[in-house]
């Protein structure tokens, strides 16, 4: 069964310092990975995909196959980043796609 | 912009009481989802849907019970509700068959549901 792992429970960073948040996968089929954030009072929303290589709001996270490992990075923290982040694998079923989420990593940037 | 309107913001209930939850989404999206949310446990998936009137079990299913009579809406039933079912319920919708890749998820507001 698939399954994903944030290992940080709460990240805590000073302004303009690099964040990584952590994120390992476990899936023997060919994964594709999201990063969903929510910020205070706001709904989920998706963050970034790797399938999309690209960057938002400053974060990227690359697919590391070998490691299983799918880490959110920043070289900047900034405050608004302050939220919770979510690392979420999804499978393509007969009829659809069905994600699994993990348990979050809250980021809290300090002035 | 896709739009997931859960119809409860907030949900006072008592043990035993049947509860209904309602989401709507207004894009045509043919899967749709519930999730529970607890601190320390992230998302756990209760029940999807791929298609109107087809339902089936995520990875915390007991205790509850889903309907799709419709394309736009999702209702999800807790049957007796319990006290550890005291969470917030996340409603998502996404693009369903014939993608080629793995939609994202467009969420709702979510509910609160306090069972006493």
């Known amino acids: 069964a698939q399954r994903v792992t944030q290992p940080e429970k709460l990240l805590s960073v000073f302004k303009g310092a690099p964040v990584e948040l952590k994120c390992n996968y476990s899936?023997?089929?060919?994964?594709?990975l999201f990063w969903y954030v929510q910020y205070s009072r706001q709904r989920l929303q998706l963050l970034l995909r790797?399938?999309s290589r690209e960057s938002i709001k400053g974060f990227t996270a690359d697919l590391n196959k070998g490691e299983t490992s799918f880490h959110l990075k920043k070289p900047f923290a900034q405050e608004e980043d302050s939220a919770m982040y979510y690392c979420?694998?999804?499978?393509?079923?007969?009829?659809?796609?069905?994600?699994?989420f993990g348990t979050g990593t809250q980021l809290k940037v300090e002035l | 912009d896709v739009k997931v309107t859960q119809s409860s913001r907030y949900l006072v209930k008592r043990t035993g009481e049947k509860v209904f939850l309602e989401c709507v989404q207004d894009?045509?999206?043919?899967?749709m989802f519930w999730y529970r949310q607890d601190p320390g446990l992230g998302l756990r998936l209760i029940y999807f849907?791929?298609?109107?009137?087809?339902?089936e079990k995520g990875d915390i299913p007991e205790g509850y019970s889903v309907s799709r009579e419709k394309k736009e809406r999702f209702s999800l039933i807790l049957e007796s509700a319990s006290t550890n079912q005291t969470s917030m319920y996340l409603c998502?919708?996404?693009?369903?068959?014939?993608?080629?890749?793995?939609?994202?998820?467009?969420f709702g507001n979510g509910t609160r549901l306090t069972v006493t």
């Open positions: 998502a919708s996404s693009l369903g068959r014939g993608q080629t890749y793995n939609s994202p998820l467009h």
């Open positions: 790797h399938i």
């Open positions: 849907s791929y298609d109107v009137k087809m339902k």
């Open positions: 979420a694998l999804s499978i393509l079923t007969g009829g659809g796609n069905k994600l699994t």
């Open positions: 899936y023997s089929g060919s994964p594709e």
């Open positions: 894009m045509d999206h043919e899967n």
